[in-house]
């Protein structure tokens, strides 16, 4: 099984975790990393550019390919074309995902009101592949109506490997703190792994969701961006080693190979575009930062983006 004890996955991110990003936090200590999302539809209507998302390096491994849709056999069909196509690790079924987009075609969270579907789609992509299948699912769509339990013990019925629970309902998005009780629930309510996320942004949050929940693995989204370091902050804390944060010089060789990189395989077009949110999320809460965001979001080039990261940190 690709699940240790103990890890810590990198979660799935639309237009973040590409495979760059990946690499950094599998460097810096995510045990497992998540594609960005992947439209079973997509597939089915033969675009190669959603097929270009599951494509990975070896490098990143252990990996998840995840699947939105709605329809059983497209995403059996889609688990088997990955698994042809890449050889992931696993597959993973995105049903906690609240965006409009997502949830007007009854994809992601909206899966959540349909447990009988929900079941065939687990069974139909268990039944697709020889590696495991994961879940990862919300609470519920709407707030204290949870369904969370019922949906992970359907998951496991159905041949699910494992299951990660965002405890918030589609409702709150991401607003307010997640029920982190949820997770215990879930925990108790089935005999497969259960992976807790939601508001991790630090090692004791990670220790904290570990001792109250008894979770088997975290999973770290929001909480990684601008510091993927994270992951080796609470892998130190998991162990009762003392982390040292990265020098401000390490910061910036990070920031700058990750913009070259994304380039190299990306482009340039989308690396101006995509590199300066990535950038303001590394400099964020450092002296001087709000200055230097304005200078990158009004630049036009990812060489300027580079330019103006060296002059950062050099002052």
């Known amino acids: 099984m690709f699940l240790k004890p103990n890890s810590i996955l990198l979660a799935p991110l639309a237009g973040i975790t590409d495979p760059v990003y990946r690499r950094v936090c599998r460097r810096l200590g995510a045990d497992a990393v998540v594609t960005e999302m992947v439209s079973a539809d997509g597939l089915h209507y033969k675009s190669e550019n959603t097929a270009k998302l599951m494509d990975f390096d070896e490098s990143e491994r252990p990996i998840g390919v995840q699947f939105f849709g709605s329809d059983p056999e497209r995403l059996a069909n889609a688990a088997r074309f990955a698994y042809e196509r890449v050889k992931p690790d696993f597959v993973d079924l995105n049903a906690g995902c609240p965006v409009a987009k997502v949830v007007r075609n009854n994809a992601g969270s909206a899966l959540l009101k349909d447990a009988a579907l929900f079941g065939r789609i687990v ?56 029920f982190w009780e949820r997770i215990a629930e879930v925990k108790n309510a089935v005999s497969i792994p259960v992976i807790g996320n939601g508001d991790i942004t630090n090692a004791a949050d990670a220790v904290k969701m570990f001792a109250e929940t008894g979770c088997d693995a ?31 010089q390490e910061r910036k060789v990070l920031i700058i190979d990750h913009i070259r990189k994304f380039r190299e395989l990306h482009g340039e077009h989308k690396a101006c575009g995509e590199m300066k949110k990535c950038v303001a999320w590394y400099l964020k809460g450092l002296p001087g930062a709000s200055a230097a965001r304005a200078e990158i979001f009004a630049s036009s080039s990812s060489i300027m983006i580079e330019e103006i990261v060296d002059r950062f940190f050099i002052n």
Do not use: C, Y
């Open 123 to 178: 069974e139909a992509m268990s039944r697709a592949v020889p590696v495991p299948i994961t879940v990862k699912i919300r609470s519920g769509w709407n707030t204290h109506e949870w369904v969370d339990a019922e949906f992970a013990k359907i998951a496991e019925d159905r041949g699910a490997a494992a299951v990660t629970l965002h405890p918030r309902s589609q409702t709150m998005m991401f607003t307010g703190h997640s």
């Open 218 to 248: 975290v999973m770290i989204g929001r909480g990684s961006l601008g510091n993927p370091w994270v992951f080796a902050e609470i892998k130190a804390a998991l162990k009762g080693e003392t982390f040292t944060p990265p020098s401000l």
